[in-house]
Every structure is written in C-alpha cells, then in structure tokens.
C-alpha cells in the first residue's frame, strides 16, 4: 500500500542555517505530494504541493522538488527562523480522499 | 477569507457522555473530513462526504458517526466517549478530484482538543 516515511527528529537548528528535511514515498501510480505544518495547538496549514514529477512546491522560503526517480520530497529552506519551530508532515494522496502522512518531523530553531 | 471553522477549540467531556464537535466551511467544497489525532502521531482519517456520500474508514470505530446536513457544515457525534477518544479532531475540506485527475490540496480547520475525564 501507500506509505510515507520520512526523517525521525526533532531536528534542532540555529536561526539561519540551513534545514532539510527528507521524506520518501511509497506509492503505485502518480499521486500528489504535500507538506504541511502544525504550530502547537493548531490545525495543519498547507506548507506546499506538487501534483507531478519534477515539479517545485514552494513558499514562504520552503521549497520541495517532486523526484520520481528516487521517489523523493525532501523540505528545503535556506535560512530558518525562530517562528518556524514547528511540527512538519509530509502527505501523499492518490485516490482523493485520505492524506497518508508520515509521522511528522519537530523543528526546533533557537536564536 | 475563506476558511474551515471549528467549534469549539477545546472540549471536555465525561466518560460516557455523547459528545458533538463541528466544523463548517466558506470554500464551497465538496469533500469534508473528519480526522483524529493522537499527541506526536500523524492524523488518521475517521470518515469523510463525497458531496452527501458518507464514507467510512474500514477501523473508525462504530462510537463515532457523523452528519453532513448541508454543504458547509459537518458534525462528528462520539455516542460514548472514553478515555482513549481523547484527541485532536481535525476538519479538513477539498475540490472533488475529477475522474482520472490529480488529488486535490485538503485545507484543514484550527481543531478541535477533547478531554474526556
């Protein structure tokens, strides 16, 4: 079946460094990938998608590249700050209605 | 802005007593959602509405049920809540996907925290 795996954290970061955060897809055909992220007590928030291969999700600085070949959707971002401690899922969907995600990946960014 | 609404933010509930949690949406969606979600899991999908299709995961429970009585607003009824039903609910919404089309983004409400005591 689908499944999702993606790196175990937390991850502690200083502000500015550079964040990655590798996810890995198990899936037959093509379905769509997405990051999301969770600030404590919230709801998940639409981080980025992309909906075929090689395609780049971004924003807000993330970005995320849809590689086929390694069946890969690793999180970028160049510089993190303080306020993007957070927890961060990467999803895939495929038949339209339940989001597989993976377990999630804690950001920890200290100033 | 459009959005998803859920009502209310935190919950508390006695062991037994049945429980309503809601969730309604100004984008028009088709699809609604209803998730759980553990402290450190991922969310898992209980059930979800193709339009007014009911649909419902293979291992929700039989204490969980839910209502779609319009477009815009769903509910999630736990009969007889008990301890291991303490959770996040999470509300999400989507564009239906079109036959043979890409899955569509679902955009999910702030939730919902239930304490059962």
């Known amino acids: 079946g689908n499944s999702v795996t993606q790196m175990e954290g937390p991850v502690t970061l200083s502000e500015e460094a550079f964040l990655t955060i590798n996810c890995t897809y198990t899936a037959t055909g093509y379905p769509s990938l997405f990051w999301y992220v969770q600030y404590p007590g919230e709801g998940l928030q639409l981080l980025l998608k992309?909906?075929?291969?090689?395609d780049k999700g971004s924003n807000k600085g993330f970005e995320a590249t849809y590689r086929k070949e390694t069946t890969s959707f690793h999180l970028e971002k160049g510089s993190v700050q303080v306020s993007d401690s957070a927890v961060y899922f990467c999803a895939l969907n495929q038949a339209g209605t339940a989001l597989i995600f993976g377990k999630g990946t804690t950001l920890s960014v200290s100033s | 802005d459009a959005m998803v609404i859920q009502n209310p933010r935190y919950q508390v509930t006695q062991f037994g007593k049945p429980v309503t949690l809601s969730c309604s949406q100004t984008?028009?969606?088709?699809?609604m959602y209803w998730y759980q979600q553990k402290s450190s899991q991922a969310p898992k999908l209980l059930f979800h509405y193709y339009d007014k299709d009911f649909n419902n995961e293979a291992d929700t429970p039989d204490n969980f049920q839910s209502r779609r009585p319009n477009t815009s607003f769903c509910f999630l009824d736990i009969r007889s809540p008990g301890l291991g039903d303490a959770a996040m609910y999470l509300c999400?919404?989507?564009?239906?996907?079109?036959?043979?089309?890409?899955?569509?983004?679902?955009?999910f409400g702030p939730g919902t925290r239930l304490t059962v005591t």
């Open positions: 999400a919404t989507s564009r239906k996907r079109l036959a043979g089309g890409r899955a569509y983004e679902q955009y």
């Open positions: 992309a909906t075929k291969a090689d």
């Open positions: 984008l028009n969606h088709n699809v």
